[in-house]
């Protein structure tokens, strides 16, 4: 693992280092590299930092974790922190993941909107998740609108309310 950059994403938890880090790896396919291998291998401390990282890499350069997409995906059931798999789920909406990775994504988005004590942030990611493989499987909108609409009674979170209205409607 990249020492000097393990150094640098334990410097502080601010979103000042997290954009330094972010501008830094850029487009280069080696410190992007680097930044996966740290999110997934890391500290959750330090994994959290890298994931939050490579979020802000995939919203300036959209797709650019194609080639890391296998490995996040199998990731997922293994971030014990709530914050990780929040991050995770965002990356995953921000790049146009390959339909054969549906099953795992859906499989885990449900369980994490299944599970009662989940925060309401990794839920609303894995809503939208779900939500964006709806026109493939048009089966799924059903089961979600019922998980959701079960949610909205039980956490009266306007904020995912309102996503809720724009991903399985009223």
């Known amino acids: 693992m990249n020492q000097q950059l393990i150094a640098q994403l334990e410097a502080e938890a601010s979103r000042a280092n997290t954009d330094f880090i972010a501008n830094w790896a850029g487009t280069n396919a ?11 291998n890391a500290s959750v401390r330090t994994a959290a930092r890298a994931l939050w990282a490579l979020e802000k890499v995939a919203a300036a350069h959209h ?3 194609l080639p890391h997409i296998p490995a996040l995906v199998a990731a ?5 922190f709530s914050g990780m798999r929040r ?5 995953l909406m921000l790049t146009d993941v390959p339909q054969k990775f549906d099953g795992p994504i859906v499989d885990f988005c449900f369980r994490m909107l299944e599970t009662s004590d ?3 942030g990794v839920k609303a990611n894995c809503m939208s998740l779900i939500a964006s ?3 493939d499987y048009p089966e799924l909108k059903s089961e979600l609108k019922a998980i959701v609409t079960d949610i909205i009674t039980t956490t009266q979170s306007r904020g995912f309310a309102s996503r809720a209205k724009k991903c399985v409607g009223g």
Do not use: G, Q, S, Y
């Not at 080696?30 to 997934?40: P, Q």
């Open 63 to 65: 797709n650019i974790l």
């Open 87 to 91: 991050i995770a789920c965002k990356i």
């Open 118 to 120: 989940e925060p309401i």
């Open 76 to 80: 997922l059931p293994r971030f014990t």
């Open 30 to 40: 080696e410190r992007i590299a680097d930044l996966v291998d740290i999110a997934l």
């Open 133 to 135: 493989r709806i026109a």
